[in-house]
């Protein structure tokens, strides 16, 4: 059964503290992306990584980083932790599968239960 | 820069009735996938499009695809209590990096 699993469900910081969420699949999958969540906002993407010591920006890496060591390992970092980083951080792995008459291509996305972060 | 806009943000229905959310796009788009959240939970995947005019059914929902590979739809026919949820769609206007809709909320009263 797939599994993505995320390092906290809840954590807490300080302004200015260094916050590391932690993503780990066990899927094999190439891709894996980071997420946050904000009421009526959906799903924005922060940083994606298509494979080990690859990434690419997302739509918002203002304030973040990330790293990806390990296939099944990606990190992401808040260097100097700010409130409007207050969010639920979502992960989320996907690996290209073909199928179907057409040989079609499908990138289903595989969440972890989300991290929810709040800044004080 | 890229948007994807889905309408509407919020729907309350009686049981039994249909529900429908949009989704449009600004730019075209290779493929677009429709994810479930349940409240607490995680997004899951629901079903991928890929070609222009697609239609795709899952018992009683209907995904089409519009097109200009811009527009999509979710239609659910008599909705139960089990389709409570927010549900995204996900548009790809290039491989492995998907722009999320903001999610239209369904509750369905009983």
């Known amino acids: 059964d797939v599994k993505v699993t995320q390092s906290s469900r809840y954590l807490v910081k300080r302004t200015g503290e260094k916050v590391f969420l932690e993503c780990v699949q066990d899927?094999?999958?190439?891709?894996m992306f980071w997420y946050r969540q904000d009421p009526g906002l959906g799903l924005r993407l922060i940083y994606f990584s298509y494979d080990v010591k690859m990434k690419e920006k997302g739509d918002i890496p203002e304030g973040y980083s990330v790293s990806r060591e390990k296939k099944e390992r990606f990190s992401l970092i808040l260097e100097s932790a700010s409130t409007n980083q207050t969010s639920m951080y979502l992960c989320a792995s996907s690996s290209p599968r073909w199928g179907g008459l057409a040989g079609n291509r499908t990138d289903t996305q595989y969440f972890g239960p989300g991290t929810r972060l709040t800044v004080l | 820069g890229q948007q994807v806009m889905q309408i509407p943000q919020y729907q309350h229905v009686q049981e039994g009735e249909d529900f429908t959310t949009y989704c449009n796009s600004s730019t075209t788009l290779s493929n677009i996938q429709w994810y479930k959240q349940r409240p607490g939970g995680h997004p899951v995947f629901l079903i991928q499009?890929?070609?222009?005019?697609e239609v795709k059914k899952q018992k009683r929902l209907t995904f089409q695809f519009g097109e200009a590979k811009k527009n999509s739809s979710l239609h659910i026919t008599a909705t139960q209590t089990t389709d409570v949820g927010t549900y995204f769609c996900a548009g790809a206007p290039r491989t492995y990096k998907y722009i999320f809709g903001t999610g239209t909320r369904l509750k369905v009263l009983a």
């Open positions: 499009l890929v070609k222009s005019g």
């Open positions: 899927m094999d999958h190439e891709n």
